[in-house]
């Protein structure tokens, strides 16, 4: 993999992070039902933490000399409560597995402070595919 290559995922895993930034303020305002009464405040934790990640990737793009991007990708607006956090945990799972690869990849370039950087995301991100388990009982 070269650098350009990696630049293009970076900022692909950006625009999966405003993606996030926008369901999650939509859908922890608009969540309902009894069932999830400690959801919506989950959502919220979340949204300050996706908003750490997009900062993250932005400075590592810039870092390695690319432009992070400022387009955000197609987003549906779903307001039933659990169609909406089936798509939030398709999302998470879907950076998950993206950053797995991109820890990987950057180690295997020799750019282990580019890893490092990413770790956080790693984790947090795993950290609400849990929750998003949890608040659908899967
Ligand atoms: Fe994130
Ligand atoms: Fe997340």
Do not use: C, W
Not at 17 to 22: A, D, L
Not at 26 to 46: C, D, F, N, V, W
């Amino acid at each position: 993999m070269d650098r350009t290559k990696l630049l293009e995922l970076l900022n692909e895993d950006l625009q999966t992070e405003y993606q996030s930034i926008v369901q999650y303020i939509q859908h922890s305002a608009t969540i309902k039902g009894p069932e999830y009464m400690s959801t919506a405040e989950e959502l919220r934790a979340h949204l300050g933490q996706e908003l750490e990640h997009a900062l993250m990737l932005a400075e590592q793009v810039d870092f390695l000399e690319g432009t992070p991007t400022v387009e955000v990708p197609p987003i549906s607006s779903v307001t039933d409560s659990r169609r909406a956090l089936e798509l939030d945990l398709e999302l998470e799972t879907r950076q998950l597995e993206r950053y797995r690869e991109r820890v990987e990849q950057t180690i295997e370039m020799g750019l282990p402070d580019v890893a490092e950087a990413l770790r956080p995301l790693l984790q947090q991100t795993q950290d609400h595919v849990r929750d998003l388990q949890a608040a659908l009982g899967l």
